[in-house]
């Protein structure tokens, strides 16, 4: 089985940027060691803070957080980082050719329940004339992302990951400690009979939405006329990794629950690295009006709703949100 430097060198990913993939993915084995440990590793259970989005931060994503900030910070191609748990964007070396932005720890409810949990991550260009710790080099468009993955904490731990060409699965290979390719190219089907998304917002969607999930809900005997199955692990990761290996889509729609926040994911470290993985495995990624990937961000946390999988279900979708 291929190694993961070698794979990098095939697709002729440039030698300033395998350093900087290394280093994160460093990071992640052992984020995935503590997982395996659980309550030995005392990773398990909350802190009495925040973050900036005003979520309770669990002990896991504190530490998760910190091992790939410490070892990013260090690495010489990387001129800032950005996180789901820092307020701001963090300078780090300013000849580094590159930023990092990452959800250290997705899934977060499913920590204490040994359940699916994940880190989703994104690197883009740095920003030339931009101060090393400005925001600015985080709120690039998508299509600017040179490389795009999530690691899944699962009953083994994968790594999904892109680098402008194809999605391929890796696979951490616990006794040597290395990420083993195992499938070359990750291809997710047209067509779909799977719709993850939480049903307990129904009542905030728009009506449109309302529309196309009631037509999912009847089935053979409704407009679409087949029958769909809903699956929700309450993990990003979880969720979009069976999507893409099964088909399926993965929807986080707006709603109407709070005024101020009208979508629940983040554009940054969630929703584009997940697009950019579900295009390069052929499958569709928009928000309600746009290609995900083309959204010209104005903040750092901002967040986006999403509709991710399957082509021509994500079409469907948006067919009733016109
Ligand atoms: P995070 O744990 O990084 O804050 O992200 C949680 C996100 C995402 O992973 C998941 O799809 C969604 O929140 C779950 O939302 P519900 O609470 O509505 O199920
Ligand atoms: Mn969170
Ligand atoms: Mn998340
Ligand atoms: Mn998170």
Redesign the pocket.
Known sequence: MQRLVPTLRRDGVSSDLVPVIRTLLAATKEIAFRVRQGALSGVLGSTLDENI?G?TQKQL?VIANQLIKDLLLEEPGVRAIAS?EEDNAVAGNANGKYVVAF?P?????NIDINGQIGTIFTIFPALDGVAADSDEHFTQPGNRQVCAGYVLYGPSTILVMTTGGPSRVYTLDTTHGSYLLTQDQLSVAADTQEFAL?M??QRFWSEGFKGYVNDLLLGETGPRGKRYNMR??????G?VHRVLTRSGVFI?PSDNRNPKQPA??RLLY?ANPMAMITENAGGKAWSETQRILDIQPDALHQRVAVIIGSANEVDACLNYLK
């Open positions: 989005q979520e994503d789901e959800d720890l997705d899934g977060s409810s939480n307990a917002n929700w692990n309450a993990a990003m990761v969720d986080y629940k994911l969630e």
